[in-house]
Nanobody
C-alpha cells in the first residue's frame, strides 16, 4: 500500500508563493511518475503538473511559468513550487502516484492519492 502525505498548504495573498511537498512511502518511488492535481469548490479535479521517473516535467497551461515541480528520489518526495499565485489557484491540492510505466496528465492514470492540502489565495 502506497501512502502519500501532502504538506505546505496555507493562506497567501495574490502574487505570493507557496511550496507544497508530498512524501511517499510504500514502493520504489523512483520508478514512477508523480503528479499534482487540484480541486476548487464546485469544480472537478484538474491536472496541475507531473514529473516522470527521470525528472521530465509536464504542466497545465494555467500554471506554466508560475509553478515548478521537482522530485528527490533519495528522499521519496515530490514538491510543487508555486509562484505568482492568483485567487483562481485556490483549491485543495492532491499529490498522486501514477500506474507503472505511465507519465500523463490524466487523472485516471493515477492510482494512489494523498488526502490533499488546502491552498487559499486572497485577492
Amino acid at each position: 500500500q502506497v501512502q502519500l502525505v501532502e504538506s505546505g498548504g496555507g493562506l497567501v495573498q495574490a502574487g505570493g508563493s507557496l511550496r507544497l511537498s508530498c512524501a511517499a512511502d510504500g514502493r520504489t518511488f523512483s520508478n514512477y511518475a508523480m503528479g499534482w492535481f487540484r480541486q476548487a469548490p464546485g469544480k472537478e479535479r484538474e491536472f496541475v503538473a507531473a514529473i516522470s521517473w527521470s525528472g521530465d516535467p509536464m504542466y497545465a497551461d494555467s500554471v506554466k511559468g508560475r509553478f515548478t515541480i521537482s522530485r528527490d528520489n533519495a528522499e521519496n518526495t515530490v514538491d510543487l513550487e508555486m509562484n505568482s499565485l492568483k485567487p483562481e489557484d485556490t483549491a485543495v491540492y492532491y499529490c498522486a502516484a501514477a500506474a507503472a510505466g505511465i507519465f500523463s496528465g490524466y487523472e485516471y492514470d493515477y492510482v494512489h492519492w494523498g488526502q490533499g492540502t488546502q491552498v487559499t489565495v486572497s485577492s
